[in-house]
């Protein structure tokens, strides 16, 4: 840097910019405060300007408090800099304009989409850099004199801008609203005990949360049944009313998993209330004898503890949707909210089904299709098959199979090709029966993408979310369907938003650790995935086994990473078995080099090649497992065998296969990068059905796409 340009180590205030920046990124900050005193501007940089003998810490803060604006070199690494973040976050609260320097397109944490999401920001990458450092001038300048150039929220899904409006709209703010994840919902001694580190000035947001008056958090009803066995029904009971109350223009209701985050908690109302940013809250019990029902539900208010309103009903069974009814006119009277029209049209509604006994083997299916084991799932598929063999035309009952067949498939892993199919099949009757069903479509979406069809499973996707924008289970499968074709940045913003929907939903909080495994932000997706287990989703069970297999193999621990792995896979299936054979033995060549070549060599014994002049078998119903076997080999380096063997899963593929497992998911892996690098790449990506897609809905991140050929970096 000139020395004319050097400003006095001496002085710690009273500069025109505070540079911020990641270490690694010292070359480009550097230039940037060589480029801005060339300038005439007046720079603070660490360590050049921190004084001898002085506090690391102190020099910053007095710096930031006496400069008049503060510049970000925003990167990767900025993002995942601890520094940084705290450097940012006392920017903002000294409301100093930040202006963000961006050198990739690395997405955002919550934290920092809060913080950046009035900023300004300046693109250094792009072809007209001095007009991109004559443009940083002017706002350091004249920090007031213009509109951000770009935000934390537009900014976000830049990658592909042509494309990404074929997805979706997302909601103005909805950077700040992903932002308190599961700190704005949970019980707050859940939420700061387990609270993930990108979000620690979220706590502080979800304090301010304004309470509305005409706003309702609606608590699980208690089991009082003698046998006290009938949680699955005061639990549907809860859902019952969230899900109609919901609908009334004007009242904010909390999803379920944000208020069924409470149960078995001894947490206050008032807390409560303050968490969940509501002005009252109901809570009830239930208790059924023989054919009769007594629900007691009363409406307490959240400032002083003090009921508003309470009642006892004692029914029938038979008249329990009548019950459900009469139960949400009296809440939303007693809260006076205006009731005219579509209000009051919102609350009457036709039940599900007509026939009580059917609805209530529906709920005991739904309370145990959430609890993801291959005993509950099939245990709820047998439930649901109940209620329609009671009314053959309930809707929520077919989606429920569906479901489950999809969780069979996909979280589970068990004989995926067949869940898909009848997956599929109840999908298909639901819609038969009501078009506007978005879990539904989001089934389809699911088992297209299952079979490769990721130009039908877009469709059923955006269809999905057309249909049901406020659904969790929704968002899951959009960020399911992201992730695989290669959109990871796409895949995050879902994530969040599933959050955002139910802070508190296990399935929800374990996606989210998936995508930042993919995106390689471990330590983030290690906490995540700590939620998740915290909150009964089983650790051993995907996505989940990947998050905590990928961390121990990124640490060296390759045994273990193994282990992990094989322990998700069903070794009944003779593909899985094979896989998980050729994980041991590639993770034990990564522990010790001189076993490389017997990890080779197992390769022709365990995928003997066709013999030569005769085509290969059209045998595999699930390519996942063989696919996901010749990406290990690629992880051991030996690209060529890693390609080979690719190419021989997809000449084994049977008509309507799937791809089963975690496979679609480990190629947009960062220990994946030198292999999609592979020129071989685009022929590959091209057999599995991604080409067509990238050609209509834009190329995957972090790659090009240009005159049809795809070039990853």
């Known amino acids: ?36 005193e060339r300038h005439g501007l007046r720079c603070w940089i660490a ?29 990767e690494h900025a993002i995942d800099s601890a520094h940084v973040g705290r450097e940012i976050e006392r920017a903002a609260a000294k409301k100093r304009p930040i202006l963000a320097w961006r050198i990739d397109a690395a997405p955002l944490t919550p934290a920092l989409e809060y913080f ?50 074929k997805r979706m709209v997302l909601v103005a703010g909805l950077a700040i609203a992903a932002l308190t994840l599961v700190l704005l919902f949970a019980p707050k001694d859940w939420r700061l005990k387990h609270a993930p580190a990108e979000q620690p000035s979220a706590a502080a947001a979800a304090t301010t949360v304004a309470l509305n008056d005409k706003s309702i958090a609606v608590l699980p009803f208690t089991d009082m049944s003698e046998k006290h066995d009938q949680e699955y029904f005061a639990d549907g009971m809860a859902e019952e009313l969230i899900n109609t109350l919901t609908k009334v223009q004007g009242l904010k209701v ?40 007594r629900i007691t539900a009363q409406l307490i208010n959240a400032q002083d503890g003090l009921h508003l309103w309470s009642e006892t009903y004692d029914r029938e ?39 009580v006994e059917a609805y209530q083997l529906y709920l005991r299916g739904w309370s145990l299709r959430a609890r993801v084991s291959e005993q509950n799932e099939n245990r709820a598929i047998d439930y649901f098959q109940q209620a329609l063999a009671r009314d053959p035309k309930f809707v929520r009952a077919h989606v429920g199979v569906g479901i489950v067949h999809v969780n069979l498939a996909s979280l589970l892993g068990r004989r995926p090709f067949e869940h898909a199919a009848a997956a599929e099949r109840a999908a298909r009757e639901a819609l038969a029966l009501d078009p506007n069903i978005a879990l539904a479509h989001a089934i389809l979406s699911g088992v297209n993408d299952l079979r490769g069809n990721r130009l039908a499973g877009e469709a059923h996707n955006l269809a999905a979310l057309a249909l049901g924008s406020t659904d969790e289970p929704v968002h899951i499968t959009s960020t399911g369907h992201q992730a695989r074709v290669g959109h990871l940045r796409n895949a995050l913003t879902e994530a969040r938003r599933t959050i955002e929907l139910a802070p508190a939903d296990s399935l929800g909080i374990g996606v989210l650790a998936s995508i930042k495994s993919i995106t390689g932000r471990e330590a983030e997706a290690l906490k995540y995935a700590d939620l998740a287990v915290e909150l009964a989703y089983p650790k051993d069970s995907e996505p989940l086994a990947s998050v905590y297999s990928d961390a121990a193999l990124r640490a060296g621990r390759f045994a273990e990473a193994a282990e992990i792995a094989v322990k998700a896979l069903d070794l009944s299936d003779p593909e899985q078995a094979r896989t998980a054979e050729v994980i041991r033995l590639v993770h034990a060549a990564l522990a010790n080099p001189g076993q490389r070549a017997s990890a080779l060599a197992a390769q022709q014994r365990l995928y003997p090649p066709p013999v030569a002049g005769t085509p290969s ?8 497992p063989c696919l996901e076997s010749s990406y290990r080999y690629a992880l051991l380096g030996a690209n060529d065998a890693a390609y080979a063997l690719a190419n021989q899963c997809m000449d084994r593929l049977a008509p309507g296969a799937v791809y ?3 496979s679609t998911f480990h190629l947009w892996s960062p220990w994946l990068r030198p292999f999609r690098q592979d020129s071989r790449f685009q022929a590959l990506a091209t057999r599995m059905g991604y080409m067509e897609y990238w050609q209509q809905y834009g190329q995957p991140d972090d790659c090009d796409l240009k005159s049809g050929k795809l070039t990853c970096h």
């Open 47 to 75: 360590p050049r300007d921190v004084k001898a003998g002085a506090q690391y810490a102190d020099a910053i803060v007095r710096a930031i408090a006496g400069a008049k604006a503060f510049v970000l070199v925003l990167s």
């Open 254 to 293: 909390p999803a379920r998993t944000s208020t069924f985050a409470y149960k078995g908690r001894n947490t206050d109302i008032r807390q409560i209330a303050k968490d969940l940013g509501v002005s009252t809250i109901l809570e009830g019990s239930v208790r059924a004898a023989g054919k009769r029902i």
């Open 617 to 624: 078998p059209a045998d595999l119903t699930n390519v996942g």
């Open 317 to 355: 069974f038979t008249d329990l949707f009548k019950l459900q009814e009469d139960l949400a006119k009296a809440i939303v009277q007693a809260l006076q909210v205006n009731l005219k029209g579509a209000a009051l049209a919102s609350v009457t509604q036709a039940p599900p089904t007509q026939d």
């Open 1 to 36: 840097m000139p020395e004319e340009h050097v400003p006095d180590p001496q002085t710690t205030s009273g500069r025109d910019v505070f540079i911020s920046y990641a270490s690694q990124d010292a070359a480009v900050a550097n230039t940037l405060v060589e480029t801005l």
């Open 660 to 662: 089963g497992g975690r």
């Open 116 to 165: 950046l999401g009035e900023s300004q920001w300046i693109e250094a990458n792009s072809t007209k850099t001095e007009a991109a450092y004559a443009q940083l001038i002017e706002a350091i300048r004249d920090p007031g004199g213009s509109a951000p150039a770009h935000t934390a929220t537009a900014t976000s899904s830049a990658a592909h801008p042509s494309t990404r409006r």
